[in-house]
């Protein structure tokens, strides 16, 4: 058998190593036997990179949606509003008038940055 045709017949391919592992030593010199283990090498090799495009397709997919995720949490983040204290406007604390009906008080201390007349 040839290498190709283990190829295509993958029954057969199994039979036969099946057949050499069962015997090392004349398995050895067979042609046969040499033939299957080529193929299934060849075989290995072409199935290598299906795998390789099969993780590089997930492994894309898994990025992208950890990329939307991390858009998102992006996003969120900008929409909050955040109250930064230092940058507040400030807003004048002025004194309550005094009442018109009530007398003047000279007894309370002079309030701070006022003088007395």
Partial sequence: MTVADLMEDRVTLDGVLLKCN????????DLDC???????????????PAEEA??????ERNREQLRQLQDKQRD????????????LPLVPVDPPPPAANAPPDDTKPPALGRTNP
């Fill in 22 to 29: 069962q015997d090392l030593n004349k398995s050895r010199n």
């Fill in 34 to 48: 040499l033939n299957a283990r080529i193929a299934v090498e060849r075989l290995a090799s072409q199935s290598e």
């Fill in 54 to 59: 099969k993780r590089a397709a997930e492994f």
């Fill in 76 to 87: 969120e983040q900008q929409s909050k509003t955040k109250v930064d204290a230092y940058h």
